[in-house]
């Protein structure tokens, strides 16, 4: 849910007042809501898409499920194998630059592979260009290193808030980490879900090949 101008989950809604948001420079973040639709929280993170359809992700005009369709981003593309090299299956990914009510705004749109160097048929359906709304349950990313201690799940999107320390298989979660859910961001932070736990975590990548540091 929204609010205000923040993204707040209701089971995080503690001494709002106190949040200062994403961006240390206000100037900067009322510059940014300004470029974006009424409404829209920005973000600065990346991800990838999840859809497994084969007809691709749909892009919308706008943050509902009736949004006029404007495109369709490129569903999963297995590179040629090599030789003895097995070819990667590589997903389209994008820029996350805000999110409204479960839905993200995307732009800078790469088809599968293309970031990597990978040739990615002509023949194939091709990225879209401009910017869209796509659903959030269909996005995935990976951790980044936000510079902060290994481990940590945030309150809200700001270091001073309260946090949980957070491990899967006996290791502090961090840099590289797939999420299992991406909710929604705000600035450079992104409420995720990971090992089964849900938080603020600053960082958030859509490189499919590095570990995001």
Known sequence: ???????????????????????????????????????????DISGWSADTDPTGMTLRASPHAQGRV????????????????????????FKVIGYRNGWFLVRDIT??????????????????????????????????????????LYQAPNENSAHATVSRQDSPIGTGDPVQRLHACSGVWGLVEVGGHRGWWRGICGNQVTNCS
Not at 70 to 93: F, N, V
């Open 1 to 43: 849910m929204t609010t205000g101008s923040r993204v707040v989950e209701a089971h995080f809604a503690q001494e709002t007042e106190e949040w200062t948001g994403f961006i240390s420079d206000v100037e900067e973040l009322q510059i940014a809501r300004q470029r974006l639709p009424a409404g829209t929280e920005p973000c």
């Open 70 to 93: 404007i495109g369709r981003i490129p569903a999963p593309w297995k590179a040629p194998d090599r030789g003895r090299d097995t070819g990667e299956t590589y997903l389209s990914q």
């Open 111 to 152: 088809a599968p592979g293309v970031a990597y160097g990978e040739r990615y048929p002509r023949n194939l359906p091709q990225a879209p260009r401009g910017q869209g709304w796509v659903s959030a349950r269909l996005v995935g990313a990976a951790l980044a290193d936000g510079s902060l201690p290994a481990g940590r």
